[in-house]
């Protein structure tokens, strides 16, 4: 009977401690599973430092493991027995970041894909010539900040980059023209800021995909590259420069626009010989020097807005043209139709 006893003893130690070291395995697991690589952490931990060990990296700190850190996100594809690499790292709306992006440090994050800082208007300086050792970056979005200097014209060795968008900046001086040399860059947005100089002639001009480009609020002179015309753009704004001339050879049936906005330039072409894109959905070309009159295409628009051109006859009925009011067409002296006044008989 004791020695049954010690028996059954024995085995409900023996099944605590089996149970004790699978759940140690389990947690190590666990946390092997959520721990970066050294060298992204030593990195992390260098961008923390170089900004002042911030109160936004409160959680970047041993008692967690770094995969479960604010703003950084990890190589999910990795084994749950090794060492994940930071793939992306997002700074989003907070003032106590305040310096120049430590760009040496972010550099040292070999695997980084995305770069992310938007609204964090204590981020200044130049972006870093050290973000051009990151060959792996394919986005990059860096918005309301106290960012400065030119648009960096290393950005363009980044191969695998597809998406930039630098709004609403400090950033000053011309596009590069290398820009358009980056060879899968479908997305750009340099809005908001006080570029100046023209429109580089082959931008977005090598992507295989539909293209996207703001270059909105700016200072930009001259015209639309006449290579435009070959980019499908499903997403064009212009607006708010000091552009112009000819912009025509933006429309056409089979174009992949769908948003067109050119509003607040000097444009001047005849909108009577254009036709519309099949998908065009908005269309912004107020503030310029537009003559014509409207093609009836515009029935099917969700958004128009035409005012203040050299517009002439009668504004189109039907389709959508009832939710459109005067505000869309007024100061075109030749306009006339519902909802401006009667045309003259």
Not at 31 to 51: M, S
Not at 124 to 153: C, E, H, K, M, Q
Not at 267 to 288: E, Y
Request: net charge positive; glycine share 8%.
């Amino acid at each position: 009977m004791r020695a049954s006893s010690l028996g059954r003893c024995a085995n409900v130690a023996l099944a605590v401690l089996l149970t004790t070291i699978a759940a140690a395995a389990a947690a190590a697991a666990a946390r092997t599973k959520n721990e970066c690589h050294a060298g992204d952490k030593a990195a992390l931990l260098a961008i923390k430092a170089g900004f002042g060990n911030a109160s936004y990296f409160q959680s970047w700190t041993s008692d967690y493991p770094c995969c479960e850190w604010i703003s950084v996100f990890c190589d999910l594809s990795a084994s749950p027995y090794t060492l994940r690499r930071v793939v992306a790292v997002s700074f989003l709306r907070d003032a106590s970041l305040v310096g120049p992006l430590p760009g040496a440090s972010v550099a040292r994050l070999t695997a980084l894909q995305q770069l992310i800082l938007i609204h964090v208007p204590g981020v200044n300086g130049t972006l870093p010539r050290d973000l051009a050792r990151l060959s792996n970056l394919n986005f990059i979005d860096v918005s309301y900040t106290g960012i400065s200097g030119p648009v960096p014209w290393f950005l363009s060795r980044l191969t695998k980059l597809t998406y930039l968008r630098l709004s609403f900046n400090s950033l000053t001086g011309p596009i590069p023209a290398s820009l358009a040399d980056v060879p899968n860059l479908s997305f750009l947005d340099l809005g908001g800021n006080r570029l100046t100089g023209t429109i580089p002639p082959l931008l977005l001009s090598r992507t295989n995909d539909t293209a996207y480009l703001s270059l909105s609020h700016n200072n930009l002179t001259g015209g639309v590259p006449s290579d435009f015309a070959a980019v499908r753009f499903s997403s064009l704004d212009l607006s708010h420069n000091a552009l112009a001339g000819e912009a025509s050879l933006l429309f056409g049936l089979n174009k992949s626009l769908e948003k067109l906005d050119l509003s607040r330039n000097a444009f001047s072409f005849n909108l009577s010989a254009v036709t519309l894109p099949s998908q065009l959905g908005m269309l912004d070309i107020s503030h310029n020097d537009i003559y014509g009159v409207l093609p009836s295409q515009v029935a099917k628009l969700q958004y128009l807005n035409v005012s203040y051109n050299r517009l002439s006859g009668r504004v189109p009925i039907g389709g959508n043209m009832d939710r459109f009011d005067q505000y869309c067409f007024q100061h075109n002296k030749g306009l006339c139709g519902t909802p401006l006044p009667p045309c003259k008989q």
